[in-house]
């Protein structure tokens, strides 16, 4: 989970973040870290990181290179694109509203240029998928059936989700641009907010409103914890959620 503040621990943006490099070297997108006068890592094991290293950005594919201080990480393996075609099963491993390792599965719609999606930018390809993802999901891991990483998940538009193919920013870490960016100590969570449940009208008499945050029948959704050493077990993981329906 990646933070960013504007100053004074005041929260900006909450992104995920992929590790691709047990060293600490997470890629995420790029549009949460520029201008940020404060950044903080979360991993999933609860460690956080108030001190982190910006190695390089590719503005234009939207995706960034960061470093953090800590060592042998459980890192995702980055595969290829080159065999991928539409209808191929693919799995979002994010960071869904805060959530650690919310999983959901969909299939490739298709590889295409940029140009192609309104406002995505020119001069790269990127993969459309069907996979569920939220706002704190961008800058997350997308991966085939093997749990092996093949893009960045970058944006969402019209409720189609789309990503960056991982072997076009595996040098982001090498541009060497080393710079120290603003310490994250300050920044935290925002506290979980609890809806009030509207009580019926003496006159009305009618039924209670439900909860702001009570889920529309048939769209319960599922968070499936996954641990990235055992990242071939998404497809198990993913079916026993369903299978608890």
Known sequence: ????????????????????SNDGVILTVWHAIKGALEVQVRTAG??????????????????????????????LTPGSTASLVKGDRVYAITNDGGLKWSTTQGVISAIRPADEVPGAGTGFRIMQFTAPVA?????????????????????VRNLA??????ENVLGL???GTNQILGSGANLE?????????????????????????ET??????????VSANSASS????????QAAQ
């Open 161 to 166: 989700a789309f990503a960056i193919p991982i």
């Open 189 to 213: 969570m925002p506290a979980k907010r609890v809806a009030a449940v509207t009580k019926p009208s003496r006159a009305g008499g009618g039924k209670p409103k439900p909860p702001a945050h």
């Open 216 to 225: 529309p029948p048939g769209h319960e959704s599922k968070t499936v914890d």
């Open 234 to 241: 998404i497809e198990d993981a993913v079916n026993r959620a």
């Open 173 to 175: 870490p090498d541009l």
């Open 1 to 20: 989970m990646v933070l960013t503040g504007e100053g004074a621990g005041r929260l900006h943006s909450i992104a995920t973040g992929v590790v691709i």
């Open 46 to 75: 609860g460690d956080v990181f108030d001190h982190v290293k910006l190695l390089g950005y590719d503005e234009r594919r939207d995706v960034a290179a960061l470093k953090i201080t800590a060592d042998s990480l459980p890192a």
């Open 135 to 155: 706002s704190g999901a961008i800058g997350g891991a997308l991966v085939d059936r093997s749990g092996t990483l093949i893009g960045i998940i970058v944006s």
